[in-house]
């Protein structure tokens, strides 16, 4: 006892009381960061437990850098109390947690941040009011730190326990020893089940892709002559008729937050949302698009139209803009690029969103236009608007050199989320008839059908311009997620459809619109199901342009697995799998595919040359 009084100094009169606090405020800190999203005792025991050990490690680490457990007890809980309201908000907004990789996306949030309404519940106060308790009870603790040898030797300690432990809680001998979930595709039941810190902190190890089972340079080679191999003769013709007849124009627009809700099922309103499209039928193909993201990353419905490639072999959650694209890359613009093609990718808004202003070069696009390229456009909620955005593509085709193709790539910004914030100048037109009582929440689904009618238009106007056009162009417009849960919870609740444990509700979250339309003669079809990443293969079958060797790869595989993203696998006879369900019904070719799409991202010094951006000869 001697040697401790000789080492520490402590004010509270009983030792005991002391090191009680010590033991206990880490546990309380780790129950208030569980209780904003979801509660404690979700937790198994052996999970308690290793979630323990962080917040322990972590309240030693403040207290031997401040060398006295009042400053270091008062510090630590600030930074879970930080975290948790963050991450209680991102839920809301975007029915997902925080993960590793959104710290590369903060100035993207930051930007939006504004046109969110932020709601404080009972509960949300309660919650923090806990953590100024645990704070103010942590600065009365009289415990310091006397010998600097002792406190220095104490701190790299600490340091090395937390490096240790956050190496440890991404291993696999974690996972068998704690019974963690490793269901990545859902990341709020992984955080709900594996705790915050842990779940957290064992993401990290998805910073880096993983190589698949069976990857080599040699493998991916093999795999790419296996395809030319097989080559069909139809698509051989496709290719040889694609040289010989004039190229049209090509139009791509990635809606924002562009749904249809009807795919949940009938619902009655005042006025249809989407008189045009529904309408539209000659030279079109429309349908059902599934996609890997709902409410939000945007950025991974682009990756997948562009590349190719399928979110469904990289972490949940994570955005291969900002953590794997680091150079240059061949996709869909680099190919067009190659075929003579003007290129130009369109985002009327920050140019950095996203890291775009990056990637876009790296893909290949000739020029950029973002936000500040819009001289006094129309703004809907304070963003540029559909119609504005879409004429800006009319100024691109009668600004190029005649003779020229142009291939103008847009994502829009009029529907992004913030739908329950009232804005001045723009009220809800579209009501839903059946819902008397106009709550706060049913008002932000009517304002979010009322900008899918404004989308509408503008599609519209764009279609009748190149109506008039005699150069042949094809136009392509599509939507990259839902809207967050807030918006759809409407119209679950209207249906009687139970998000919990409806399959229907679930695959069809995924799911937006897809509407390819032509001035020219094309077939018409309607397609039940497509993934994005196939759509830049079936937009170029409709157009009369060769495919890549990839985009033959994708348009066979698709007659194997016709839909498949992050979330979902659909086999070959059309039923839906959840991706964790249905993959070994598929693994074989979803292994292959892998294969294929980590030499395309990742492996960069031995990407077979090309295979992604080459027409097939």
């Given amino acids: ?107 993207t949030a930051a930007s939006v941040a504004g046109n969110f309404e932020y709601k404080i519940t009972g509960k949300l106060a309660g919650v923090v009011l806990g953590f100024v308790l645990i704070c103010l009870i942590g600065s009365r603790i009289g415990l310091k730190v006397k010998d600097l040898r002792v406190r220095l030797l104490c701190l790299v300690l600490s340091a090395a326990g937390m490096f240790g432990y956050i190496k440890y809680v991404g291993t696999d001998a974690a996972v068998e020893t704690f019974g963690l979930d490793t269901t990545l595709f859902t ?77 949940f099922g009938d619902f009655e309103t005042d006025f249809d949302y989407m008189p045009f499209i529904h309408s539209l039928q000659e030279n079109t193909v429309k349908g059902n698009c599934y996609v890997s993201v709902k409410g939000g990353n945007t ?38 690029k190659n075929l003579g093609y003007q290129t130009v990718a369109i985002h009327p808004y920050n140019a950095s969103g996203w890291a775009r202003n990056k990637v876009y070069p790296w893909f290949g696009f000739d020029r950029a236009l973002f936000r500040n390229d819009f001289i006094n456009p129309l703004l809907i909620r304070n963003y540029i608007s559909d119609n504005s955005a879409f004429n800006k593509i009319i100024q691109l085709f009668e600004e190029k050199p005649e003779g020229e193709n142009l291939f103008a790539f847009e994502v829009t910004m009029q529907n992004h989320g913030g739908y329950s ?62 809207p967050s849960d807030y918006v759809t919870n409407v119209i679950f609740r209207l249906l009687g459809i139970d998000r919990e444990t409806s399959d229907e509700g679930y695959f069809n979250n995924y799911i937006v619109p897809f509407v390819m339309w032509a001035n020219y003669d094309i077939e018409e079809e309607e397609v039940d199901a497509v993934s994005v990443n196939y759509l830049s293969s079936l937009l170029f079958e409709k157009a009369g342009i060769p495919l890549t060797g990839y985009q033959t790869y994708l348009k066979e595989l698709r007659t194997q697995i016709p839909a498949i993203t992050a979330n979902m696998v659909m086999t070959g006879d059309g039923t839906r799998y959840r991706f964790n369900e249905g993959e070994e019904l598929v693994k074989e070719q979803l292994n292959a595919y892998n294969i294929l799409t980590y030499n395309h991202l990742s492996d960069v010094k031995h990407r077979i040359e090309g295979f992604y951006d080459q027409a097939v000869q």
């Fill in 1 to 107: 006892m001697e040697k401790v009084k000789k080492i520490f100094k402590y004010r509270i009169r009983s030792l005991a009381v002391n090191l009680i606090l010590l033991i206990l405020l880490p546990v309380l800190t780790l129950i208030c960061l569980e209780f904003y999203t979801h509660v404690p005792w979700d937790l198994s025991v052996p999970i308690f437990f290793l979630n323990l050990g962080f917040y322990y490690l972590l309240f030693a680490l403040f207290t031997f850098l401040f060398g006295s457990a009042s400053a270091g007890y008062a510090a630590a809980p600030l930074l879970p109390m930080l975290f948790g309201l963050a991450n209680y908000f991102v839920v809301d907004f975007r029915s997902a947690p925080i993960v590793p990789w959104d710290f590369y996306s903060i100035r």
């Fill in 187 to 263: 990341p709020n039941v992984l955080y709900r089940n594996n705790g915050i810190a842990a779940g957290f902190l064992g993401n990290l190890k998805f910073l880096m892709v993983q190589q698949p089972d069976g990857y080599s340079p040699e493998a991916a080679e093999e795999e790419a002559k296996t395809t030319l191999a097989q080559e069909t003769e139809t698509v051989q013709k496709t290719a040889q008729k694609g040289t010989d007849e004039e190229l049209p124009n090509v139009v791509v627009i990635m809606n924002e937050a562009f749904s249809d809700l009807g795919v």
């Fill in 299 to 336: 950025a991974n419905s682009e990756y997948e139209f562009l590349t190719g490639d399928t979110m469904a072999f990289l972490p949940a959650g994570s955005v291969p803009y900002q953590q794997y694209i680091k150079g240059d890359m061949p996709t869909l613009a680099s190919y067009l």
């Fill in 421 to 482: 914030k009232d804005v001045e100048g723009f009220e809800e037109t579209i009501h839903l008839t059946e819902l008397k009582n106009k709550t706060t929440q049913v008002r932000a689904a009517e304002k979010y059908l009322t900008l899918m009618l404004e989308s509408d238009r503008a599609f519209e106007m764009l279609v009748n311009y190149f109506r008039e056009t005699d150069e042949k162009t094809i136009v392509l417009m599509f939507g990259d997620h839902q």
